[in-house]
């Protein structure tokens, strides 16, 4: 009993070695370079906003300044599509749906107005081809109409359509919630719980939901509010190909989808100025492409400046968890910075 003890002290201990020696090795990195840029850019950035750096599981870098804390609950806008990408995905890690479905199998009111040929995989990447109408301010007042995600994609459905499906790329909030209401229709359950029960939960994410407070319907597309701490459980769990403390929440199949790119080729219509120049992936930006057509990073920018990213070659994720809107000189400046970060670290990839 006594040499067992011994030697599971000994295993534990070169554990604990390696860890320690682990988290000294990247304290000592100096990031007075990256503190002296964040500060030179605060005022671009705004007052309130957290940076958090995550590598091999242990944060190597977090600055809070003003208000934003790690912790603090925020809009995440449109970075709320990746978190509904990847709840589809475990749809289709349990056989229950296929990306290349027709969104007609699960919901019949898309064959009344013609729209047969729309797939699962149209919805992640926005390529559905109905036509969107009006501006962000429009759309806004529009949702304000539909009590469920049931009535709004019903109203989807009877929109034109403005190229075949497949064939351009128009960025806007109908694919993805097209694509929770086939959740809902397959699970009879309603998207903010089955979110919460399959995603959100097992990762943690204590803070983070797509539940609305007037009682509309939710919006899986940008109606989530979650916090940095919670949002970097989600791309550690990315970055680690589907593993999250131990368990399995994504298929390793699952995550290279969501990483794969889906735009080659076709039209990019409608593309916000954050994104310009980059493809798309299943609910994410391909920051970094390599030769095929897996991303080498992947980001999620949202309206209300919230910028989270995962660098699969240099094995790090990073979030910009900001309150004031996203502009185009905001987006060059996370940019940037990621350029700065890529110094600390090297890539793994060729």
Not at 28 to 50: H, I, P, R, S
Not at 122 to 138: D, F, M, V, Y
Not at 282 to 296: F, S
Not at 311 to 320: M, N, P
Request: aromatic share 10%; hydrophobic share 40%; proline share 2%.
């Amino acid at each position: 009993m006594s040499y067992t003890f011994n030697v599971n002290c000994m295993k534990v201990s070169s554990v604990l070695l390696f860890m320690l020696f682990f988290q000294l090795s990247f304290a000592q990195k100096n990031f007075t370079a990256l503190d002296k840029a964040l500060e030179e850019k605060k005022n671009l950035l705004g007052k309130d906003f957290v940076v958090l750096i995550t590598k091999n599981d242990s944060v190597i870098y977090q600055k809070e300044w003003g208000d934003m804390k790690i912790k603090t609950v925020a809009p995440i806008a449109s970075c709320s599509k990746w978190l509904t990408a990847a709840l589809v995905m475990q749809f289709v890690d349990e056989g229950k749906i296929s990306l290349d479905d027709k969104v007609v199998k699960y919901l019949p009111v898309f064959e009344k107005y013609g729209k047969n040929y729309i797939t699962i995989r149209h919805c992640l990447s926005h390529q559905t081809g109905i036509q969107a109408e009006g501006g962000k301010l429009a759309r806004l007042v529009e949702r304000k109409k539909f009590n469920t995600l049931e009535e709004e994609v019903a109203a989807f459905a009877a929109k034109e359509i403005q190229t075949n499906p497949g064939t351009e790329f128009n960025y806007n909030e109908m694919g993805l919630n097209i694509a929770a209401r086939v959740l809902e229709v397959v699970a009879k359950k309603r998207f903010d719980l089955l979110i919460r029960q399959k995603l959100l939960s097992p990762l943690g994410m204590r803070q983070t939901t797509f539940s609305t407070l007037d009682g509309s319907a939710h919006n899986p597309s940008g109606g989530a509010r979650s916090t940095a701490a919670d949002y970097n459980n989600f791309l550690k769990m990315l970055l680690h190909n589907g593993l999250f403390n131990g368990q399995r929440i994504l298929s390793e199949a699952s995550v290279t989808a969501l990483r794969t790119v889906q735009t080659g080729g076709i039209v990019m219509r409608s593309v916000p100025r954050a994104a310009a120049g980059y493809q798309y992936a299943l609910g994410n930006w391909v920051i970094e492409k390599g030769t095929d057509d897996v991303a080498r990073a992947v980001a999620c920018p949202g309206l209300f400046g919230t910028w989270p990213l995962i660098d699969y070659c240099r094995g790090y994720t990073l979030i910009f968890f900001v309150k004031s809107l996203l502009g185009e000189e905001k987006a060059d400046a996370y940019r940037d910075l990621k350029k700065l970060v890529d110094g600390y670290f090297t890539s793994a990839c060729k």
